[in-house]
């Protein structure tokens, strides 16, 4: 059993599009040797008072500019990864890793929506250099190894759900 205060609170989203390939984006904030292993779903803290779905709304927009989702479903479990201790500067060594209850989101719009600097958002908080839709078999590769196993799962739990699309 984890200890929940030490996980910080998160959500994260898995957005299929209508070819049910997987949005993901790369990370311009952190230094890795590989370069290929920066891409990531979309994800982040859930602010005090606020539901798991209201943030992960909020998290998705303000790192995407995505407005038009459809929420398919929400994850049965949270999901908890351990950060590295090289990254606890990083959260101010209040956290050792996320716990995370995912969504997978259908995005209903056009690509033109994408915008990596939102307008209530600015440059110094972007989260991606660039994006992409990409299939669900090709995504655990191109992970940060911390998170893998986060990722197999919620690729596992949502694999289902593809065959719905058409009838969203």
């Known amino acids: 059993m984890k200890d929940d205060e030490l996980y910080r609170p998160c ?3 898995m957005i299929i599009n209508e070819d049910n390939k997987v949005w993901l984006g790369k990370r311009i904030n952190i230094v890795h ?5 920066l891409w990531q779903m979309p994800q982040g803290g859930i602010d005090p008072g ?6 992960v709304y909020r998290e998705v927009y303000e790192e995407t500019g ?8 929400m994850s049965d479990y949270w999901y908890y990864y351990d950060i590295p201790s090289a990254m606890y500067e990083k959260v101010k060594g209040k ?9 997978l989101l259908f995005h209903d719009g056009d690509d033109d929506e994408i915008n990596l600097i939102p307008e209530n958002n600015n440059e110094l908080h972007q989260e991606f250099s660039e994006w992409k839709w990409e299939l669900r078999e090709n995504i655990v590769h191109q992970v940060i190894n911390f998170k893998r196993e986060t990722y197999l799962k919620v690729l596992e ?10 009838q969203i």
Do not use: H, M
């Not at 606020?50 to 943030?55: F, G, L």
């Not at 956290?95 to 969504?103: L, M, P, S, T, V």
């Open 11 to 13: 959500v994260g989203a």
């Open 33 to 37: 040797p590989e370069a290929n292993l």
């Open 50 to 55: 606020e539901s798991p779905e209201e943030a």
């Open 66 to 73: 995505i407005k038009n989702l459809k929420t398919i479903c």
């Open 95 to 103: 956290y050792i890793g996320q716990r995370q209850k995912w969504f």
């Open 157 to 166: 739990e949502f694999k289902d759900y593809n065959i719905f699309i058409n």
